[in-house]
């Protein structure tokens, strides 16, 4: 029971709890509805009467102006193994570790992973080789994709690992774009022009498919955009990505330039699609993300806990758990915990306590107002209630569980439900020891604390 060091008093089910437990088991579902396969969650109101539970929930969400659901199939491009490796403070992981992290990707359904930077080095180039046959020998359904400069020389060793393993990985050929780049680099826009035409096309040419993408493009005058873009189209570019490469976009400005992108392709070659690449500099990574695909863009990039440069990525996970709650896809996220969680140990990255869903704290609660609903809906008999009564985002969905602590804010409620997640007598003088000890206290008790003080509770009464 002890997670963190720290006292959990899980919820594991009804049969720790019989003795609260004092209303009719009417309805144990906890499934959450899907769009596919709706069903009604009920449970006996206090009249009698099977009240629909989902009826409990007034959504504001969609009572008025809401995301519009896009009617293109979203797309998932992982970046955990290259712009997340790019963070100054991961450690690199081992190769089994990387291939374990293709798996993960595998498991939620992402669709792509940039799996490195072969430009640079050999080093680089044959953990790509490795992770491409693994995705080749493994029949993986996510997709292999490398980045490089529009240079030959980034190009030339994605051309020969692709040979070589027998898969065409996706070239994500970047370039700078905006105005304050091309000053500081000294670079002039037909210069730019011509190297993204010549990289895509000797790369298309190969029988590469390329993702031409314009570095710092949500600060790039539209002119240049139209430019480059209409360039790397004409050579043969499958895919263009629009990056947020500094994390200077709001989610209106991703609106903005998503949208006249997405004219812009369908003006030119409507079969080619549009990657939006975001990054966490403002805190936006998410919604940005979000915005981008209502505006029109096919694949959005993230990384697992949001590793990259600077501040990060979109956390992919986090993004990927709003927009499975908004209804907008069915992946089965069920391993998402568990890959965010692996990521963070083997990068030694460790997520923050209060990391949305699958930091430490994400269900936990020591506050006896909010245990006490929890424990009460729980008694109802109902899973689906006591998952939602404190909670916007439902932790049975994602494999995750309500926890009860005891600490100075807690009630009686909180230590009555620990004692009996951990069968032990639920006395009245128990339960007062222990009320006593976590009111005396200015953190959450952890396991052993409890038990030591059960156990002084046990040795005072046997002296009667
Ligand atoms: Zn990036």
Redesign the pocket.
Known sequence: MTENGYAVARFRGFAVFEGLITAELRNRGTAQPTRSMPRRVTLKSQHGMDEDLEQLIYDWNVAGEKAARPPRKIEFDD?TLR?GLQSPSVTDPSIDDKLRILHFMNSVGIDNADIGLPGAGPHVQKTVERLAREIVENKLSVYPSAAGRTHENDIKPIIEISNRVGIAIEADLFIGSSPIRQFAEEWNLDWIVEQSAKAVRFAVSHGIPVMYVTEDTTRARPEDIEKLYTAAIEAGAARVCV?D?VGHATPWGVRSVIRFVRQLVDRLDPKVKVDW?G?QDRGLGVINSIAALEAGADRVHGSAGGI??RVG?TPMDLLMVNLKLMGWIDNDLSQLGEYVKFVADVVHIPLHVLYPVFGRDAFRTGTGVHAAAIIKAKKKGSEWLADRVYSGVPAGMFGLAQVIEVGPMCGLSNVIYWLAANGLPQEESLVKQIFALAKSTNRVLTDEELHGCVKKWEETSAEY
């Open positions: 970046e712009d990056a490469t690449h990054h990259g440069e990525n």
